[in-house]
């Protein structure tokens, strides 16, 4: 199974995007979907987490502007993003881990954001 991620693009400051990741095929024993994201010359950080209960959990810088969201029908995790700041600027990536300890990730989408 694979994980393609899209949505990514150039957005002024105050803009919006809305990710998509879509795995081509079921995943089963899923446990967490998560969006991680990666700027230039820093470290991947974890981003939004939604869980099989559907609770989520967010980034203090992106609280109340990002919503991370599940269709699982159509195996795929979005994340609605509002207010964008020029600090937003990374590629994104989409992650899902099983109960068994498998993480798959998706190809990452560029986003950024212009001042």
């Known amino acids: 199974v694979q994980l393609q991620a899209s949505g990514g693009g150039l957005v002024q400051a105050g803009g919006y995007l809305r990710l998509s990741c879509a795995a081509s095929?079921?995943?089963?024993?899923?446990?967490?979907r998560s969006w991680y994201r990666q700027a230039p010359g820093k470290e991947r950080e974890l981003v939004a987490t939604i869980i099989n209960n559907g609770l989520t959990n967010y980034e203090d810088s992106v609280k109340g502007r990002f919503t991370i969201s599940r269709d699982i029908a159509k195996n795929t995790v979005y994340l609605q993003m509002n207010s964008l700041k020029p600090e937003d600027t990374a590629v994104y990536f989409c992650?899902?881990?099983?109960?068994?300890?498998?993480?798959?990730w998706g190809q990452g989408t560029v986003v950024t954001v212009s001042s």
């Open positions: 095929g079921k995943i089963v024993g899923v446990n967490a």
């Open positions: 992650n899902v881990k099983t109960v068994y300890g498998k993480l798959y």
